[in-house]
C-alpha cells in the first residue's frame, strides 16, 4: 500500500515531508521509506539506517 507520494512539490494522503515528520505521522507499523538519494526502514517508529537521514525530503512511502 503507498502511503504517500510526491506529486507536483506536494504530498498526497501524507501530510510529512521529512523521515521526522513522518516518523510523528506514521508512530506504528512497518514502513519503506525512499527519500532523495537514500531509502531507509521506519519500524514502529524507528528508523533503520547507517546515517541520519531525519531531514531528507520522502519521495514516497509504502506500508509494508
Known sequence: VCVMQLTCGT???GGAKTL???VK???TGRHYVL???HAVAVI???V???E???KR???RAWQI
Do not use: K
Open 44 to 46: 514502529d517508529g524507528i
Open 57 to 59: 525530503r520522502i519521495v
Open 35 to 37: 527519500l532523495s538519494g
Open 20 to 22: 521526522n515528520q513522518f
Open 11 to 13: 504530498f498526497t494522503g
Open 52 to 54: 541520519h537521514a531525519g
Open 48 to 50: 533503520y539506517d547507517y
Open 25 to 27: 505521522r506514521y508512530p
